[in-house]
């Protein structure tokens, strides 16, 4: 027990992370996180060892995290940048790119690479709160839309047009900061 209780403390560093990244809220993140070990702690023996101990308690982080949406769902806001479109940044008035996106390369090789994906979590923390969120909730969390909505009170376009517009910003991030010069990497 006391090696499983030293393993869960090594993770909690980076379970928290995650978590961060989500929530936006360290309070809400640190109760999320909470909540996981301490499931982890009471229950030892749902760990079946059949997947490392890492992705069990991400399992368990997901459902506490989703938890804390819910929970927080009417406390969660919507930042002028949510609403502010990128489209005219980035698409000239015939809808065609201002500047042509560079040549990524093999984006599956780029996907593998550590550094990339500590890019592509500052990217992600970049996005605007709600975009960001919504994000997060689609892409890691795997949410259906329709729970997204409800959760969210939002309506299925309003979702579409937040996750177009995150997608938009995390390629421009990407482009500026890894295909083109990984400054924040080397920030970071």
């Given at each position: 027990m006391a090696d499983f209780s030293a393993e869960l403390e090594r993770l909690r560093p980076q379970l928290l992370k995650y978590a961060r990244l989500q929530l936006r809220n360290a309070a809400w993140a640190e109760d999320a996180v909470s909540d996981t070990l301490l499931a982890a702690i009471?229950?030892?023996q749902?760990?079946?060892g059949q997947s490392q101990l890492k992705t069990w308690l991400i399992g368990i982080l997901k459902h506490k995290l989703i938890d804390q949406i819910r929970r927080n769902s009417r406390e969660l806001s919507t930042t002028r940048e949510d609403d502010e479109?990128?489209?005219d940044e980035l698409f000239d008035s015939t809808g065609h790119w201002r500047d042509q996106p560079q040549?990524?390369?093999d984006p599956e090789h780029a996907l593998r690479q550590v550094d990339f994906m500590r890019v592509l979590?500052?990217?992600?923390?970049?996005?605007?709160?709600?975009q960001g969120r919504l994000f997060m909730m689609?892409?890691?969390?795997?949410?259906?839309?329709?729970?997204?909505c409800k959760e969210l009170?939002?309506?299925?376009?309003n979702l579409w047009v937040m996750l177009h517009r995150a997608r938009l910003r995390l390629?421009?991030?990407l482009q500026l900061n890894w295909f083109s010069g990984a400054q924040l990497a080397k920030e970071s």
């Open positions: 009471e229950r030892p749902t760990f079946a479109p990128i489209e040549d990524w390369g979590e500052a990217c992600v923390e970049l996005l605007p709160g709600q689609r892409e890691w969390l795997e949410l259906e839309t329709d729970e997204i009170a939002i309506s299925p376009t390629r421009e991030c």
